[in-house]
């Protein structure tokens, strides 16, 4: 498929996303780039990205961690935490624990005009303010991080 072409009935697009936090209990998120087709200049989670034809969710998230901010994640014993499915397709989200010097990536130039950790108040002011992408569920990754299933082990 090329970027952009309609999907024929059956076709599905596999779309990643990498969410990064800290022992801080913050995400690592990053600011698109003024030209950016779709959400310009505004924040979004940490890195997002289609796989590509014959890549498998693990390192299509991989390659994407890489390209847009020069970080090399192993994700070989992570698996998504939860899909989303939409009418063309799926997007996988993972949900990863990492301590990162910011100072120390490579931003995606064509993609990325920034990165900075924000807790979980700081990325609902945003997305209040119409700075962050509006995803109904970001309050709920910084809880569900921490869990595997649906029910509460105490």
């Not at 935490?81 to 010097?101: A, Q, S």
């Not at 490579?106 to 509006?134: H, P």
Request: aromatic content about 12%.
């Amino acid at each position: 498929m090329e970027r952009g072409s309609k999907f024929d009935k059956g076709d599905y697009h596999l779309v990643v996303h990498v969410c990064i936090f800290n022992s801080k209990n913050e995400m690592l998120i990053q600011q698109r780039q003024p030209w950016k087709k779709g959400w310009p200049n505004m924040w979004d989670v940490s890195v997002g990205g289609s796989a590509l034809s014959g890549e498998t969710s693990k390192k299509a998230a991989e390659r994407e961690t890489f390209e847009e901010i020069g970080y090399k994640i192993d994700l070989s014993n992570e698996r998504p935490f939860f899909t989303i499915n939409f009418d063309e397709g799926f997007d996988d989200y993972y949900l990863v624990k990492r301590e990162i010097d910011i100072k120390d990536l490579k931003l995606q130039d064509e993609e990325v005009q920034s990165v900075k950790w924000a807790n979980k108040n700081e990325i609902l002011q945003q997305v209040d303010e119409g700075n962050f992408i509006d995803y109904w569920f970001i309050a709920l990754l910084f809880d569900m991080r921490h869990h595997r299933g649906a029910h509460r082990i105490k």
